[in-house]
Nanobody
Framework: QVQLVESGGGLVQAGGSLKLSCAAS????????MGWYRQAPGKQREFVAT???????DYADLVKGRFTISGDNAKNTVYLQMNSLTPEDTAVYYC???????????????WGQGTQVTVSS
């Protein structure tokens, strides 16, 4: 089972920056992609960005040009640099992985516990 540890959340003023990190550990799997989702109060969880182990990236339209996702394949770690933050970015940010496990067919998605990001106006 993949174990995910997130860090870097916190409180920041509008216009500020934060960098989130997520490290995956465990055995019996190969990670295909790592990414970030977020869930604001009263809203559904939404996609933010993803980084594949082929070094490709994808972003939600709402964060393009402000957020940058990067990864370290050797360390199974993904980062999310968030700039020009607005109060609308306030949410719990969840790290997610898509992995191939040796004991099952097809990709499996695993989730971290989440880290709170609060942007004050």
């Amino acid at each position: 089972q993949v174990q995910l540890v997130e860090s870097g959340g916190g409180l920041v003023q509008a216009g500020g920056s934060l960098k989130l990190s997520c490290a995956a550990s465990g055995s019996g799997f190969r990670i295909i992609a790592m990414g970030w989702y977020r869930q604001a109060p009263g809203k559904q969880r939404e996609f933010v960005a993803t980084f594949t182990m082929r070094n490709t990236t994808d972003y939600a339209d709402l964060v393009k040009g402000r957020f940058t996702i990067s990864g370290d394949n050797a360390k199974n770690t993904v980062y999310l640099q968030m700039n020009s933050l607005t109060p609308e970015d306030t949410a719990v940010y969840y790290c997610a992985t898509e992995s191939l496990y040796s004991d099952r067919k097809g990709p499996t998605q695993d989730w971290g516990q989440g880290t709170q990001v609060t942007v004050s106006s």
